[in-house]
């Protein structure tokens, strides 16, 4: 089985697609766009996890619909990721949310196996990355550069009112241990409110 390094992951979030779903934040990314908050949110040492033995967790948390993965850059690690899934859909229905920082036009004419193996997985792709001087502020992506493609119609019937229709940024804050982790693309009140939590937590002054 492959190993996949993470930063963390979440039972549950409602603020990542449509339905309950799990979230995974992949380690390490090879772009480097101004203003990624990535690297602060997902500051935690990272871990390696077996595909199998994250597939397991994952397909047994029964409320979900699916899973939302970002990072990081998922398809660095294209190869592992497609094996979790596989191994997570040959117990259970599964819908597949990812965020890159590629383009999908670049990524289908990749001729890397691992990459096709993985996009074949993907219901919805939120594509291009983060510019900073695009971020509008609109939901469930950070610029207006980003795409949100359907590669299926699994959530066809419900995308128009539940990305285009929608029009606040939503976040959960998450305590894991002494981790304070944002779920979601922040609005700028969203950010400080998560950092001013973290501070505290951290014991600064937020
Ligand atoms: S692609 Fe995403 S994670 Fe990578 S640097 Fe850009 S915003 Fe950050």
Known sequence: MKELLISHY????KVLGPYDRSALWVHGCCFECPGCIAKEMNQNIPQTVKSNDIAEVFARIGNTEGITISGGEPFLQAEALAEMIDLIKKKRDYGVIVYTGFLYENLKKS?????NKLL?????LVDGQYKEELDDGKPFRGSSNQRILELTDRYHSIIRQYYYESNKRNIEINIKEKNVYM??????YGLQTWKSFKA??????G
């Not at 001729?111 to 990459?115: A, F, H, K, R």
């Not at 074949?120 to 919805?124: E, S, T």
């Open 183 to 188: 779920i979601g693309v922040p609005s700028k």
């Open 111 to 115: 001729s890397d196996e691992s990459i």
């Open 10 to 13: 979440v039972d549950t979030t």
């Open 200 to 205: 505290k937590a951290e014991g600064k002054n």
């Open 120 to 124: 074949n997985h993907i219901d919805i």
